[in-house]
């Protein structure tokens, strides 16, 4: 009898069954197993398999890593495609052998059916992290064209996974949470936006029953794609559960002509036995480990839009450097309203030359004096959009990703460049290399603000191809310039995914600055992504977006635990506001060490949902960094005791508020709630917010500390142990 193949990593496994002509069945997902010496596939399967029960067929479903009807397997087919109507069933078998490379934990099937002309090729890998990363690549072996169905990637859950959570939310208030008992049936979340989308769930998680950040089991899916896609949950009556992902193609989108290959997107499965936090770890640390993960500290930025909006006027914009550097800004980017014609939003996207009657210099002279004051330049760009009061548009009509003659509805007073169009792509690149070239610019917003609405290249659907082409642009433009940063912004977070990172440094989180919202945006999507990668500003007083109003500790405080910035005019600020804004950027750059290394942990609310506690440990468990943020009213007088997290639940801990408040005594990590390594504990309201981080001492398990704030710091809260 065949033994199984295994793979593990990182305290999880998953095991595959070689056996049979076709591709492997798979067995198991989820944690690590003890030895399996001896036992063959069959008394695996046996164990994994459903029970018989009356009118089902003789032969048992087949979940394999492509799952079709002619292995009986009834839910979502993971391949299929016709032949202009005909053969819309694939039988794949496998062409030799599974080709595995046990150090770098993968494996590679080939199979075809050779009667319907298509072969396939699945790669698999289980990352060091504990990562399991897959993808499929269909090829048309046949003498005329073959459309596919975009294949689905997907993996088994257990039965005891009986909770589904998914994020959705809409512009200036993305990641909003949502639960769901795990039903029979489907629960489907689609993307037809043309981006990844304001509402876009970045994770699809199956856990057990009330599973939280740090309890419970959780197997979790995110595709890395930033076009059309779906994820979903599938349970079936025959007892079998998948979670799964994959491209979403309109009709007729991807129809292969003889030879040529269709290449899924990769689709992230990670499970943890410890909650979200477990999860989330996983994945920042393969992120963290990618070659082209940003390694230099992530600078300080100041972003001009909140500050002037379209009024560009140079000798502001010299003051606003000026103010910037002197508080320790270390980028300035200059935002909308640089180039041609754009005075405000209906005009001049697609005119990427220095505007000359507000720039009669060019853009040298700001450029030129930021990096005087020892600051990198940076520059908004939107290179795939174009508004129709432009000069390419006037020039180009037929670069519109679009139908001839049937232009979609504008949003933003804009429209989409088809960047699939050689002609437009080459325009595009050209103008990027030489702005980046002539300006030495270290820095691209990159902005993205409209989903895309009929969307068409060459006569059919064009989301996929247009969604190619902006990856080959980035890639190209990062070819010729290796040191330039990209900072992925689509009116805020409507294209975060994994796919869009492997080509940029930096996610804008949202449109809004508003610390209050700001601090669920944040908290939901570092699940997903680190928080070095993650842009938080602190703005004005008044929040841009909602209206509402925040005390600079506050919106500070909440700007602190990401790649931290300012978007806001400093010329209006009193002396005050600078030293306090001077004070927190010392204190942000003094801990981008242990912020964007270490592992982000997120307390539970439980009874006290008004209360937000999180934090970042360092690898070593030797300090750490928690905030407690209250964000309504408490129906409770005194605040509650705080259980932290991540911390070594044998160390003795020093505890120090920011400000200190009263002397607190050194503290054992188990009356803390604590389970790992040395730390220290903050808490913050609506009014401010207050931090605290601990201090080795060499050679002993004890901590000192300091507070973190300057004089400008709000009031200590009255907090109890």
């Not at 943020?629 to 005791?641: E, F, L, N």
């Amino acid at each position: 009898m065949t033994e199984p193949l295994i793979l593990r990593a990182d305290g999880t496994a998953l095991v595959l069954d070689p056996d049979g002509p076709g591709l492997p069945r798979v067995l198991h997902w989820g944690p690590a197993l003890g030895p399996l010496d001896g036992v063959t596939t069959e008394a695996l399967a046996a164990a994994w398999r459903p029970a018989r029960l009356g009118s089902s067929p003789p032969l048992p479903p087949v979940l394999s890593l492509l799952p079709g009807e002619h292995e009986g397997w009834q839910g979502r087919p993971g391949v299929a495609g016709h032949r202009d109507g005909r053969m819309p069933h694939l039988r794949l078998l496998r062409t030799g052998g599974i080709e595995t490379d046990p150090a770098a934990g993968s494996v590679l099937i080939r199979a075809e059916d050779a009667e319907a002309g298509v072969a396939t090729v699945t790669e698999l890998r289980l990352e060091p992290q504990g990562v399991v990363r897959l993808r499929h690549t269909l090829t048309n072996l046949g003498e005329e064209p073959w459309t596919a169905v975009a294949p689905l990637t997907l993996l088994p859950v257990p039965d005891h996974a009986g909770e589904l959570m998914d994020w959705t939310g809409r512009w200036g208030r993305e990641r909003h949470p949502q639960r769901s008992p795990f039903h029979q049936g489907i629960r489907s979340l689609e993307s037809r936006r043309g981006r990844t989308g304001h509402g876009a769930t970045g994770l699809l998680v199956a856990g057990t029953p009330g599973f939280g950040f740090r309890h419970g089991e959780v197997w979790a899916v995110h595709l890395a794609w930033s076009g059309n896609h779906q994820h979903y949950a599938e349970r079936l009556a025959e007892g079998w559960s998948v979670i799964g992902a994959g491209e979403l193609l309109a009709p007729g989108e991807v129809r292969l002509a003889p030879g040529e290959s269709y290449e899924s997107p990769w689709a992230f499965f990670v499970y943890s036995e410890h909650g979200l936090d477990g999860a989330s770890a996983r994945l920042h640390r393969w992120l963290r480990a990618r070659p082209g993960h940003p390694r230099s500290p992530r600078p300080v930025v100041l972003n001009t839009w909140e500050a002037v909006y379209f009024d560009q006027r140079p000798d502001h914009l010299l003051s606003l450097a000026e103010r910037a550097a002197h508080i320790g800004v270390e980028r300035f980017v200059l935002d909308d309203g640089w180039f041609r014609g754009r005075r405000d939003d209906s005009a001049g996207l697609g005119d990427w030359y220095v505007a000359e009657d507000v720039w009669p210099k060019g853009l040298h002279p700001l450029a030129d004096r930021v990096r005087e004051l020892g600051m990198q330049f940076g520059l908004w760009v939107e290179p795939e959009m174009v508004n129709l009061d432009s000069d390419l548009a006037r020039a180009h009509p037929e670069w519109l990703l679009a139908a001839p003659g049937r232009t979609p509805r504008e949003w933003r007073r804009q429209h989409t460049l088809d960047l699939a169009v050689p002609e437009a792509f080459a325009h595009i690149l050209d103008r990027l290399d030489a702005l980046v070239t002539e300006y030495r610019i270290d820095y691209l917003k990159w902005d993205h603000n409209r989903d895309l609405l009929e969307a068409v290249h060459d006569g059919g659907a064009g989301v996929r191809e247009q969604t190619l082409a902006v990856y080959r642009l980035l890639d190209r433009l990062r070819e010729r310039h290796p040191r330039l940063e990209i900072e992925s912004c689509s009116s805020g977070g409507a294209r975060i995914d994994l796919g869009i990172l492997a080509r940029s440094d930096r996610v804008w989180a949202s449109d809004t600055n508003d610390p209050l919202d700001r601090q669920d945006i944040q908290r939901w999507l570092s699940v997903l992504v680190p928080p070095e990668l993650i842009g938080s500003h602190v703005g004005p007083p008044v929040a841009h977006v909602t209206g509402r109003a925040a005390g600079l500790p506050f919106r500070a405080a909440t700007a602190l635990f990401c790649h931290a910035g300012l978007e806001w005019d400093l010329t209006t600020c009193d002396p005050a506001e600078l030293d306090y804004l001077r004070l927190w950027l010392a204190e942000y750059k003094r801990l981008r060490p242990l912020l964007h290394t270490g592992e982000v942990v997120r307390i539970d609310p439980g009874h006290r949902p008004e209360l937000l506690v999180h934090g970042v440990v360092a690898a070593d468990r030797s300090h750490a960094l928690f905030a407690g943020v209250t964000t309504a009213t408490s129906p409770y007088v005194a605040p509650p005791r705080l259980r932290l997290a991540g911390l070594d639940e044998h160390a003795v801990y020093d505890v120090t508020p920011d400000p200190p408040d009263r002397p607190r005594p050194p503290l054992p990590a188990a009356l803390l709630g604590g389970r790992r390594h040395h730390a220290a504990r903050s808490a913050a309201d609506a009014r401010g917010a207050r931090r605290a981080a601990a201090e080795p001492l060499p050679g002993d398990a004890r901590r000192t500390a300091r507070p973190l704030s300057g004089p400008h710091a709000s009031p200590s809260p009255r907090t109890t142990m």
